[in-house]
């Protein structure tokens, strides 16, 4: 299908296309809920709950996007510590084996940092340049082919190669990224400093690189992902017992201006609960929640930032009388979480093309039998589906 | 229906009235030491006074109540030929866009350079200028910097993209940097979250008392009684000062029409008002009754529903609210006083019209579960048609429903 109902519909972009939220080049603008998002934005550890393809992911890129909207200044460093990008099973457990990720991860983050914004890494000090660099080049493997990459002036094509969570839509100056890449080249072409640190001391050091050299003002770690490994998501304890000790060190690191954020399956809580015992009380607790009417909220706004506030419901350009609610009737029949949500209405929309399709003189609008079509091929094919992924959820 | 109103009169600190709660609310804020929220937003229909307000901050309030401030106000939409609400000339830190004139993201960062005399290295790029900016608010830490951006909802939104984007994002992470905006309509969705979490108030229409005032500092007796212009004007400010004017009362609800549209480019005031006009009647409309009701107001009509609803949309002076696009208050109440009087016989045939419009809806076999819904519009409109002595609707003609469409 060709889309053919944007240009109907005059929206300017799909703001349903995307399942994953780290493909949505305008996922900052649909934000609903902001009681969630206030405990991920603000400087204190927190646990952020939901069940899967209920919105962990979408907040977590929405807040590592929040970061980094206006280019730098006195904001959050986000780095995101999405573990099965950082792990081939769910086979980790000590702090060290978290650090040593983390800090890979803050080496993408710091260099795609300074693909994106050049500034940040121009203005800074010879001597914390040369640092820096060196630190990006023992961190990322294989950095001679991300250079060659960045050449080309698209930061989006190394981020989409190195984590696709740090893809912000962004093109830099290219004046800027020519001075950048030229620095980073006169360091590359020098023997590298040997390294003999342990990886606590490492983590330290990038840290104070981040909050103390460049200026940011704190660090923001991004944890989610446990439930993309079959044996934590199968069993929450394990899981627990896999990331406690990492979770141990949240409520200390606030003093170094570090705030751990945990994306996190409900079932992990009580689990939680029991490892950290009185160290559990320092952290920010929210579950996301979903029912059809902030699911009709999450559809509308979508709608309205893709027809740039035109309309703020695709009943506009329905045969619904006006007045009545096409989002609520599509999210009361959905199982209540945003992916499934989104599904529905992608299928409404290709039931009208398809529809339309058949007869090109037909009115240009959204009828009652799209959504009922829409409706029957939900129930038929895609609830099996999603009560199973619930089922693995709860194990 | 050319204007007949002459120009309204351009701010005046001493014409300003009350909006002691907002202003208060804004010292507040700038007084805190480091407020986590540093933004705020204004919004209000036409006519509630949000440009007065920001220039009675920007020219009065920030100048006599608060020091070691420093503030700025554009005006980022023209409310067209007739109206300079910033007067004549220009003022420094002020900038205000003129009827079809686009502000550039460039023009803007300059004016703010300039003001604080900052120095930039040769040929600087955007980043090097929002930088330098950034360096030298982060250096001012005692001072207080505030960007006023009027009527940003009602402007072109690339320019407000760009400036979260590249500016506001950045600017607003300081604790002594502070936007406000104003607009109405539809809200822009911010994506920085300091606006996402921008403490956010609407400014109130004006009490019977507050007009009497107005009509005192702006020095004008009027034909009208003040209840008369509360009346017409519902509160709204911007039209006190015409409506003083008027000989009588159906002239005051000709002028507050005229007032309300002028807003609109002069090449298609004439034809976008009358589908305002002609879809008065409703509470809310989607594109069928838009088409319907254009229709029966104008029978040589040649836009679909969906084309009238964008053009409309265009204005400002509708928004989606409650599952329809709905006018603004003002817009709806001026109307319906208007189009009664100066033409009751196309007010009738727009109530018939819509009658017939749900009559035949309520009817549709695909519609069946609506039917209540329908027939209580039909009530709705049977009613003001009798109130207006037509005891019997008239006859309602066929037509199908598709070609309210394109």
């Known amino acids: 299908m060709d889309k053919l109902w944007l240009d109907h519909f005059n929206f300017r972009f799909d703001p349903f296309e995307h399942g994953e939220a780290s493909r949505d080049p305008n996922l900052n603008r649909y934000l609903i809920g902001h009681e969630a998002f206030s405990v991920a934005w603000s400087e204190t550890p927190a646990m952020i709950y939901s069940p899967p393809g209920g919105g962990k992911t979408a907040l977590r890129i929405y807040t590592a996007r929040a970061c980094w909207t206006g280019g730098g200044g006195y904001q959050p460093f986000p780095i995101h510590y999405h573990l099965p990008h950082y792990f081939k099973n769910g086979d980790f457990s000590t702090v060290e084996d978290h650090l040593e990720q983390i800090v890979h991860s803050g080496a993408h983050a710091l260099f795609l940092a300074f693909a994106y914004y050049p500034l940040i890494f121009i203005r800074s000090a010879p001597s914390l340049q040369k640092q820096l660099a060196q630190f990006i080049f023992t961190w990322i493997p294989k950095i001679d082919f991300y250079l060659d990459v960045l050449r080309e002036g698209k930061p989006d094509e190394v981020a989409g190669q190195l984590d696709g969570s740090y893809k912000l839509y962004q093109t830099p100056d290219p004046t800027l990224l020519a001075l950048l890449l030229e620095i980073l080249a006169k360091y590359h072409r020098e023997d590298p400093l040997p390294v003999s640190l342990s990886i606590q001391k490492i983590f330290e050091r990038m840290v104070h690189w981040i909050t103390g050299d460049l200026g940011f003002r704190a660090v923001y770690l991004l944890l989610d992902g446990v439930d993309g490994f079959p044996e934590l998501a199968s069993s929450p304890g394990f899981a627990a017992q896999s990331l406690a000790q990492l979770f141990a060190k949240a409520p200390k690191w606030t003093a170094s201006h570090i705030f751990v954020k945990g994306f996190l399956p409900q079932e992990i809580r009580a689990h939680l609960r029991e490892q950290l015992e009185d160290r559990w009380t320092a952290f920010d607790q929210i579950d996301l929640k979903w029912d059809a009417a902030i699911l009709a909220d999450m559809l509308r706004r979508r709608t309205y930032v893709a027809t740039e506030g035109e309309f703020a419901s695709l009943s506009a350009v329905s045969a619904l009388p006006s007045n009545q609610d096409l989002e609520l009737e599509l999210a009361r029949v959905v199982n209540p979480l945003p992916r499934e949500a989104l599904t529905l209405v992608r299928q409404v929309l290709f039931e009208y093309e398809t529809r339309w399709g058949r007869n090109p003189t037909a009115a240009k609008q959204i009828r009652i039998e799209d959504m009922e079509k829409a409706l029957a091929w939900y129930r038929n094919d895609q609830a099996h589906i999603t009560k199973e992924l619930a089922s693995i959820a709860q194990g | ?406």
């Open chain 2, 1 to 406: 229906m050319a204007a007949k109103f002459i120009q309204s009169s351009s701010y005046d600190p001493k014409k300003f009235i009350d909006r002691e709660e907002e202003i208060q609310q804004i010292l507040t804020l700038l007084k805190q030491s480091q407020p986590r929220v540093r933004a705020i937003v204004i919004d209000g229909d036409r006519g509630v006074g949000k440009t007065w307000l920001s220039l009675h901050l920007q020219r009065t309030i920030f100048k006599e109540k608060i020091t070691g401030i420093t503030s700025w106000l554009f005006s980022l939409w023209s409310p067209g030929e007739n109206y300079r609400p910033e007067g004549e000339g220009t003022q420094t830190n002020e900038r205000f866009v003129r009827d079809g004139e686009q502000l550039k993201l460039d023009e803007f960062l300059e004016i703010i350079i300039k003001s604080l005399s900052i120095e930039l290295p040769p040929n600087p790029t955007l980043a090097e200028k929002v930088d330098s900016i950034r360096r030298y608010v982060q250096s001012h830490v005692d001072h207080r910097f505030v960007l006023i951006l009027d009527s940003a909802y009602e402007s072109d939104w690339s320019l407000i993209e760009q400036l979260e984007t590249h500016f506001l994002g950045n600017l607003l992470t300081l604790g002594n940097f502070f936007v406000i905006v104003t607009g109405r309509g539809r809200p822009y969705p911010w994506k920085v979250p300091y606006l996402i979490e921008a403490i956010r108030f609407g400014l109130g229409k004006f009490t019977v008392d507050q007009i009497k005032e107005q009509l005192k500092k702006f020095g004008l007796s009027s034909v009208l009684s003040v209840n008369d212009i509360f009346s017409i004007g519902q509160g709204w400010p911007l039209f006190t000062e015409q409506l003083a004017r008027a000989k009588n009362h159906a002239e005051a609800l000709d002028i507050a029409a005229d007032i309300l549209f002028a807003v609109l480019p002069s090449y298609e005031r004439a034809i976008v008002r009358e589908y305002f006009e002609a879809l008065c009647p409703l509470e809310g409309f989607g594109e069928a009754e838009a088409f319907v009701m254009v229709q029966a107001y104008k029978p040589d009509n040649k836009e679909d529903g969906r084309s009238i609803c964008r053009k409309m949309n265009e204005t400002r002076l509708i928004s989606w609210k409650n599952g329809r696009y709905e006018m603004n208050q003002p817009v709806q109440n001026i109307l319906r006083q208007y189009l009664p009087i100066k033409n009751k016989e196309a007010w009738i045939h727009l109530q018939n019209a819509a009658y017939c419009h749900f009559k035949e809806q309520a009817a549709d076999r695909s519609m069946e579960r609506f039917r209540p819904f329908f027939e209580k519009l039909m009530e709705t409109h049977a009613k003001v048609l009798s109130e207006m002595g037509i005891k019997d609707t008239q006859i309602c003609s066929e037509h199908k429903p598709e070609e309210a469409l394109s």
